[in-house]
């Protein structure tokens, strides 16, 4: 078995699926198909989300896996997120004083580590 190929190998212009045949019974179905948004994805891309979703989404362990930043991580998602057809917010900056705040927050122990580190993300 191969993988579909989305790309022609003459011209480079995209390939539709036509037919599809089923081993089973030996029936052929004519048309024309989508095979979805993923199919959207390159091989580096498709390796990517499955990484991320081996890891349940926590971008630490792709990290990890991956032996790539976190900057980066959000990186290849925010590519993957678009190559799939959907919009990406532009992230809010925390600005110095909020950052300000939010470290003396954790200093007087209203917030724990871990939300710090999420507000400080700007979420």
Avoid: W
């Amino acid at each position: 078995m191969y993988p579909v190929m989305k790309r022609c190998p003459i011209c480079s212009s995209d390939l539709e699926v036509t037919r599809l045949y089923c081993r089973n019974c030996d029936s052929t179905l004519e048309g024309h198909f989508e095979l979805g948004r993923f199919y959207r994805l390159s091989p580096e891309q498709m390796g990517f989300v499955e990484t991320f979703i081996k890891c349940e989404g926590k971008i630490t362990r792709v990290e990890g896996e991956l032996g790539i930043s976190y900057p980066t991580v959000r990186g290849r998602l925010k590519e993957v997120i678009r190559a799939l057809g959907y919009e990406v917010p532009e992230e809010e900056l925390v600005t110095p004083e909020r950052r300000r705040e939010i470290l003396e927050r954790i200093q007087k122990g209203e917030i724990a580590a871990e939300e710090a580190v999420e507000l400080l993300k700007g979420k």
